[in-house]
T-cell receptor, first 115, second 113 residues
């Protein structure tokens, strides 16, 4: 069984540009989460999808961030326009059951650098 | 709100040394507690968990006990190996508010042969 896949693994962009991160969850996992780790800080929850619906987006920093999960399969996280403080590692995670954090599988993350 | 505080490191130990990584938390209600590990180039993996007071989670020689009175969940291992070198994250889930886990900043552990 394939794990959670994220790409690109690294992205370097200039301030003001747009970047789209993608996450492919494990097949059959309805729950998909996005997290972000800014250098030297905690990993922060961004949002949670159940299938194609956003269940909780309380962690999204501002309206420059847009997450989608059309069809309830893969998800994208777009940052437009990117700012310096958006640099960090963006993690995606998926689970079959909501709230089952002991059965949460993480991707290896996308390292985003905004210059 | 919820928060997790853990020693940041890096923590450098010799092989076969005893390991303790401290973790304390603040949370509403009765959270579940977790330790995750991230090996170089990989995603986070659940190492162990505890869901109620006095529970002990254990895996791969690591242990942590849910201490409600001290709001702590310290990670311990009696004899570390070079292969334990990784970043360790303490986390909690309280379920009452946001759907996500609350993490600490992570502790970078380096084991020298």
């Amino acid at each position: 069984e394939a794990g959670v896949t994220q790409f690109p693994s690294h992205s370097v962009i200039e301030k003001g540009q747009t970047v789209t991160l993608r996450c492919d969850p494990i097949s059959g996992h309805d729950n998909l989460y996005w997290y972000r780790r800014v250098m030297g800080k905690e990993i922060k929850f961004l949002l949670h999808f159940v299938k194609e619906s956003k269940q909780d987006e309380s962690g999204m920093p501002n309206n420059r961030f847009l997450a989608e999960r059309t069809g309830g399969t893969y998800s994208t996280l777009k940052v437009q326009p990117a700012e310096l403080e958006d640099s960090g590692v963006y993690f995606c995670a998926s689970s079959r059951t909501r709230g089952a954090h002991e059965k949460l599988f993480f991707g290896s993350g996308t390292q985003l650098s905004v210059l | 709100g919820n928060s997790v505080t853990q020693m940041e490191g890096p923590v450098t130990l010799s092989e076969e040394a005893f390991l303790t990584i401290n973790c304390t938390y603040t949370a509403t209600g009765y959270p579940s507690l977790f330790w995750y590990v991230q090996y170089p180039g990989e995603g986070l993996q659940l190492l162990l968990k505890a869901t109620k007071a006095d529970d002990k989670g254990s895996n791969k020689g690591f242990e942590a006990t849910y201490r409600k009175e001290t709001t702590s969940f310290h990670l311990e291992k009696g004899s570390v190996q070079v292969s334990d070198s990784a970043v360790y994250f303490c986390a909690l889930y309280s379920g009452g508010g946001a759907d996500g886990l609350t993490f600490g900043k992570g502790t970078h552990l380096i084991i020298q042969p």
